[in-house]
């Protein structure tokens, strides 16, 4: 079965950094394209980011971009967001998510983690 | 960007009725519409992708339609598991995005 484990999830202060994992399983990781997607409490979902299985694309959402830094270790199946300058904005359950389709990067995603919360409060 | 508008935001049903769920794309995205739900507490998950197409294991009375700019959702005989909130997305262009969500509520 497909399992996504992310973490690294907690409490940050606004303008530190913070690293999540996301541990893939039950499936040949080094060949998807892989997302993190955001949830603020009682929000709605925004997409955050995307890198593709080789990491020659890679993209962002705007209210990230130049703060965030998406990468994989394929040789580990994880994926990683690193979260620098953050902002009480940025409060949200992550999730990691799969593209759907292998070897590609079709912006539909299939299965998802069950999410790691960060908080930036001072 | 393209925006992504669901309505209603939210409703009321009782088991077995008949639920659609709308959602219009600030432009034209073809068939590039997909579906989620998601329950309290826990990660969406994908329902329809293509506008249509029904993901293994979901089960037949959820169907989706529509292209161009509008989009349905239809629960045929809403079930007590079906209670939650719905969401759609984009996948024309990035940023991918998503529609505000509609939450199903027990009347």
């Known amino acids: 079965d497909v399992q996504l484990v992310e973490s690294g999830g907690g409490l940050v202060k606004p303008g530190g950094s913070l690293r999540l994992s996301c541990a893939a399983s039950g499936f040949t990781f080094s060949t998807y394209s892989m997302n993190w997607i955001r949830q603020a409490p009682g929000k709605g979902l925004e997409w955050v980011s995307s890198?593709?299985?080789?990491?020659?694309?890679?993209d962002y959402a705007d209210s990230v971009k130049g703060r965030f830094t998406i990468s994989r270790d394929n040789a580990k199946n994880s994926l990683y967001l690193q979260m620098n300058s953050v902002r009480a904005e940025d409060t949200a359950v992550y999730y990691c998510?799969?593209?759907?389709?292998?070897?590609?990067?079709?912006?539909?995603?299939?299965?998802w983690g069950q999410g790691t919360l960060v908080t930036v409060s001072s | 960007d393209i925006q992504m508008t669901q309505s209603p935001a939210s409703l009321s049903a009782s088991v077995g009725d008949r639920v659609t769920i709308t959602c219009r794309a600030s432009q034209s995205i073809s068939s590039y519409v997909n579906w989620y739900q998601q329950k309290p507490g826990k990660a969406p998950k994908l329902l329809i992708n293509a506008a249509s197409s029904l993901q293994s294991g979901v089960p037949s009375r959820f169907s989706g339609s529509g292209s161009g700019t509008d989009f349905t959702l239809t629960i045929s005989g809403l079930q007590p598991e079906d209670f939650a909130t719905y969401y759609c997305?984009?996948?024309?262009?990035?940023?991918?995005?998503f529609g505000q969500g509609t939450k199903v509520e027990i009347k």
């Open positions: 997305q984009q996948s024309y262009s990035t940023p991918w995005t």
């Open positions: 890198i593709s299985s080789s990491t020659s694309y890679i």
């Open positions: 998510a799969r593209d759907r389709d292998s070897s590609g990067y079709s912006g539909i995603f299939d299965y």
